[in-house]
């Protein structure tokens, strides 16, 4: 059994700091388990560009206010508290936050810990370790 709260995590190599957004990653690669799992801020008014090419990702808000954007035509949804979205299209989109959003990430394949996104919105496709 894994047990591990969000204090575990602040402070350590797995609070990661992009630009827009800090993931704190809560279950990582080497827990076995098959995806990841992040608890992630947007940082209010920032405008993000994502293209999980290697990865499937379902993101749950519980706090905050802002909208995704799938590229190159829309459409846009507002996200707020009790909203999810699933890429299981590898969607490259804009994530925008009107207000700081709180959202818990899952990946899969899972993350190994320190990725960040490159210039396109991507993390690196996952090692065959």
């Known amino acids: 059994m894994i047990v591990k709260t969000l204090d575990d995590v602040l402070g350590t190599e797995h609070e990661v700091k992009g630009g827009n957004w800090t993931s704190r990653r809560l279950l990582l690669k080497d827990a076995g388990m098959g995806f990841s799992m992040h608890d992630t801020l947007i940082h209010t008014g920032t405008e993000t560009l994502i293209w999980y090419q290697n990865h499937l990702e379902a993101v749950y808000c519980i706090a905050g206010k802002g909208e995704i954007e799938v590229l190159p035509n829309g459409p846009t949804y507002a996200i707020e508290p009790g909203t999810l979205y699933a890429l299981d ?41």
């Open 89 to 129: 299209g590898h969607e490259k989109h804009l994530l925008r936050a009107e207000q700081e959003m709180r959202m818990i990430c899952v990946f899969n394949p899972p993350l190994s810990g320190l990725e960040v996104h490159d210039e396109n919105g991507v993390y690196p496709a996952p090692s065959a370790e």
